[in-house]
């Protein structure tokens, strides 16, 4: 009988404590009404500029230990915007994004690397125009807190530069560089 209330109370106590640890995991949906994903890459001798306007994601964040965090991210490739409609039309075209045929761009991370206070390497799988290659996106965390209505809010930024040649768009090499800066801003809130 002894014997048997020990082992109820070792299961209680486990128990409790993998409630706890579940409890410390906290996730995070991206709101893209407040958050960006910018891209520019240079055309000749200037910078141009360039965006995607839908996009979702989450992250699953342990704030205990953000190296234990992951996030997940959809980007919508029709949504590409670089204030240039005969532009973005081009960039939808097999020429480039192909996006009928590879309408989203990807992400999913394998590792978290602190790097300094709040900094990571978030190392994970992009995928661009059917092609997924390994990339480290350089991320800030800008902290935790209340938002408006009583939502919980965290901020993030991240950064990274992408060779376009790794995803298979080497389209006018003489006209664009191969190298594409992408900086992404989240908002993101506690879901409940």
């Known amino acids: 009988m002894k014997h048997r209330n020990q082992l109820a109370f070792l299961g ?3 128990f409790g404590l993998l409630a706890s640890a579940q409890a410390a995991v906290e996730i995070y949906k991206i709101d893209p009404v407040h958050s960006s994903v910018a891209f520019t890459i240079r055309h000749f001798f200037s910078n141009v500029p360039g965006a995607f306007t839908k996009f979702s994601g989450t992250i699953v964040v342990d704030r ?13 490739v029709p949504s590409v915007d670089t204030r240039v409609e005969k532009r973005d039309t081009h960039l ?9 045929k590879f309408p989203a761009i990807t992400f999913k991370s394998k590792s978290w690397k602190k790097t300094g206070e709040g900094s990571f390497d978030v190392v994970g799988d992009l995928t661009i125009h059917g092609v997924t290659k390994e990339v480290v996106l350089k991320t800030k965390s800008l902290g935790f807190g209340p938002g408006m209505q009583g939502a919980v809010l965290s901020g993030w930024e991240a950064t990274a530069t992408v060779n376009r040649n790794d995803f298979g768009i080497t389209t006018f090499p003489k006209v664009l560089g191969d190298d594409v ?12």
Not at 93 to 98: K, M
Not at 181 to 192: N, P
């Open 12 to 14: 209680i106590v486990t």
């Open 92 to 100: 939808k075209s097999p020429d480039f994004f192909d996006a009928v």
């Open 181 to 192: 800066g992408v900086t992404i801003g989240i908002e993101a809130d506690l879901q409940k």
């Open 64 to 76: 205990d230990n953000l190296e234990k965090s992951t996030v997940e991210a959809n980007i919508e």
